[in-house]
């Protein structure tokens, strides 16, 4: 379950222009969230770099692999062939663009007990029965699913929020001025 709780005034000072753009409530929907990224690629250090600066409570990450020469040209997020794992290098590299947001390295992957700390769960460059299991998890729990993944210049990305989720579209009604 996520407990809101109120922005302080450092953080509405630093999230300004998204409680401009999309509200207070939407903010503190954000600064609740608990998030579980898995992998820490190209794609995944896009997504974690958008994330911490969002402003969610925390980003916990999650890629076993260990960094290599070639990785590191690749992947901003990854400075140095550590020999580490991706998730290990990665995070004091985003913890450094928001320090209001808790970020951590995680060394096992989701079950049954350890989902229940997170409200959305994102699963980048997997493979469909990975995604089909994690989803199924996040289902059973009430965890929002996120996968998304890239080949070249193809991509997708796929988003389930759970049946009680509900998205309503209200068309905008444009008038015209008549031109005479």
């Known amino acids: 379950m996520v407990t809101m709780k109120e922005i302080t005034e450092d953080e509405a000072e630093v999230y300004d222009r998204q409680i401009r753009l999309w509200g207070v409530e939407a903010q503190q929907h954000l600064r609740a969230a ?5 992998g820490v690629g190209a794609l995944g250090a896009e997504i974690c770099k958008n994330i911490v600066l969002s ?12 960094v290599g ?7 901003f997020l ?4 550590t020999g580490k ?30 989902i229940t ?15 089909e ?12 699913f996120l996968a998304s993944g890239t080949w070249g210049m193809t991509g997708f990305v796929f988003q389930d929020c759970g049946d009680e ?13 008549k031109v005479t």
């Open 117 to 131: 700390n997170y409200s959305v769960v994102c699963i980048t460059d997997g493979t469909r029965e990975e995604y």
């Open 55 to 66: 402003g969610v409570n925390s980003l916990s990450l999650y890629d076993p692999r260990i």
């Open 165 to 177: 989720f509900k998205f309503v579209s209200q068309p905008k009604v444009i008038s015209s001025a």
């Open 85 to 114: 794992s991706f998730a290990e290098t990665a995070y004091p590299n985003l913890q450094i663009l928001n320090p209001l947001v808790k970020v951590e390295y995680v060394t096992e992957e989701l079950s049954d007990a350890s």
């Open 78 to 81: 990854l400075r140095s062939s």
């Open 69 to 75: 020469e070639d990785d590191v040209g690749t992947n």
């Open 34 to 38: 608990n998030v579980y990224v898995k």
């Open 133 to 144: 299991h994690v989803n199924e998890l996040c289902r059973r729990h009430g965890v929002v």
